[in-house]
């Protein structure tokens, strides 16, 4: 079956740092773009992150600097680092696959960060 | 990146229209043919509706469309069924391989 699925998320204090995983199955991570997007509670969709095939990467400016995504090619795994976490970044994190021409057809259902004390 | 703007909500009986409208500025939505819809229903993953304006991925009913006409993008449910209620999310690119979503439509089905 072609999926993702995430991993990771908890109770974190604020400062802390967490990696949180993203699983696939059924197709290659790396031959694909594939990106993050948060959801804080009660609130739209965020997009975080994006690492190309070719191992590029961008973040959005809201995290640039605390975020690091990344991919273990023999895991077909991609990661997402987060450093000096801040209440703001309590939200439910999906990873998704991008397709050409910038949209993303496979999501997974997230893994819910919070960060309080 | 500012988020797009859509309407907090929009509502329909069984079989009427609802369009949700998505606006941007030159430098996302109208700049680029590359505008997506979403459908977010709770605890699920998101769904993707509409890709590229207009194009429908496998699967997805003929009763969704898209279009965009300057700055601004719409995605019209024809012939709303009870199972179309759920949350509804806009996206673009951004440029310089930014990605933006709009502040999302909760549809309803009266």
């Known amino acids: 079956e072609v999926q993702v699925v995430e991993t990771g998320g908890g109770l974190m204090q604020p400062g802390g740092s967490l990696r949180l995983s993203c699983a696939a199955s059924g197709f290659t991570v790396s031959s694909n773009y594939m990106t993050w997007v948060r959801q804080a509670p009660g609130k739209g969709l965020e997009w975080v992150s994006v690492i190309y095939s070719d191992g590029s990467t961008a973040y959005a400016d809201s995290v640039k600097g605390r975020f690091t995504i990344s991919r273990d090619n023999s895991k077909n795994t991609l990661y997402l680092q987060i450093n000096s976490l801040r209440a703001e970044d309590t939200a439910v994190y999906h990873c998704?696959?991008?397709?050409?021409?910038?949209?993303?057809?496979?999501w997974g259902r997230g893994t819910l960060v919070t960060v309080s004390s | 990146q500012s988020a797009l703007t859509q309407p907090p909500s929009a509502s329909g009986s069984p079989g009427q229209s609802v369009t949700i409208s998505c606006t941007g500025t030159s430098s996302d939505v109208g700049g680029y043919s590359f505008v997506s819809w979403y459908q977010h229903l709770p605890g699920k993953a998101p769904k993707v509706m509409i890709y590229?304006?207009?194009k429908r991925p496998s699967g997805v009913p003929d009763r969704f469309s898209g279009s965009k006409s300057g700055n601004t993008a719409s995605l019209t449910v024809s012939g709303l069924q009870a199972e179309d209620e759920g949350d509804y999310y806009c996206?673009?690119?951004?440029?310089?391989?930014?990605?933006?979503f709009g502040t999302g439509t909760k549809v309803t089905v009266l």
């Open positions: 998704a696959r991008g397709r050409p021409n910038w949209y993303f057809d496979l």
């Open positions: 996206s673009s690119y951004a440029g310089s391989n930014n990605h933006v």
């Open positions: 590229e304006v207009s």
